[in-house]
């Protein structure tokens, strides 16, 4: 195994900042890419302390039944389902609709 001197925060926006435009994952989806499956919490953290952090899009990263729970770190009332919406996902109720057509999984795709 290779050190590796990126803290789990870092590796997180890593993961973060290759979401598509348009699609969305999970803290958990992201936590058991780094090999850390148990470690939502700490994706949401981090995610927490992107919001200014242009280059980590925040707002794609949402909980596992597509809630977006993250919103209250975003400026405005409604910001993170704008820019969602803006993007073409589809949100009712502070919630992602048919989440399955919309999810991109780091596990998958990287």
Known sequence: ???DNKNFFEKVYEVAEQI???RVTSYGAIAKYL???R???MVGWAMNG???MNHVPAHR???KAGLLTGKHHFEGTNLMQQLLESEGVEVIEN???NLEKYFWD???EL
């Open 1 to 3: 195994m290779k050190a």
């Open 20 to 22: 598509p435009y348009g």
């Open 35 to 37: 090999g850390a499956a």
């Open 39 to 41: 470690s939502a919490r």
């Open 50 to 52: 992107a919001g200014n």
């Open 61 to 63: 990263v949402v909980n």
């Open 95 to 97: 919630q992602i609709q």
């Open 106 to 108: 780091p596990w998958n």
